[in-house]
């Protein structure tokens, strides 16, 4: 893939450094954002190690790197931030020998679901009934 000029690119963060932030881009092509070079959208605080940011090409340089403005910053959905807390039935499993964890059966749900539904029904029937008599709607 040729990356252009002004082409807008996704990218991980690599390193920080004082300069700036080394961006690794599509196939092992390296880019270079000086610290002053983030779009007012972007916070620094926002900018670390291994995040994935969108990226403007500004300038090739000789050695074939390229210099860019960090665009955006991708955030890290909520598996990427508490890995646990989504996989710890796997992991349960996993301590246990592999025992499958009790799920309850799918015919006691209807039935309850049922039952709810006629109460339900119940009390809009009741409703209604007072709803159409005659002395509901006299004074």
Known sequence: ?????????????????????????CNEVKGFAAEDSLLDTVNKSEVDEGAEAKVRIEEKKKEG???????????????????????KNVSHEKQNGGE?????????EL????????????????????RLDVDFWTV
């Not at 040729?2 to 996704?10: A, L, P, S």
């Not at 039935?111 to 007072?130: A, C, G, M, V, Y």
């Open 1 to 25: 893939m040729d990356i252009r000029v002004g082409e807008k690119v996704t990218g991980v963060i690599e390193a920080i450094k004082d300069e700036g932030y080394l961006v690794s881009l």
């Open 65 to 87: 790197h390229f210099n860019v403005t960090i665009i955006k910053i991708f955030s890290k959905d909520n598996f990427q931030e508490k890995p646990d807390k989504y996989l």
């Open 100 to 108: 499958k964890s009790e799920e309850p059966e799918v015919s006691e």
């Open 111 to 130: 039935e309850e679901w049922f039952s709810q539904l006629d109460q339900t029904l119940n009390e809009i029937r009741e409703n209604r009934k007072e």
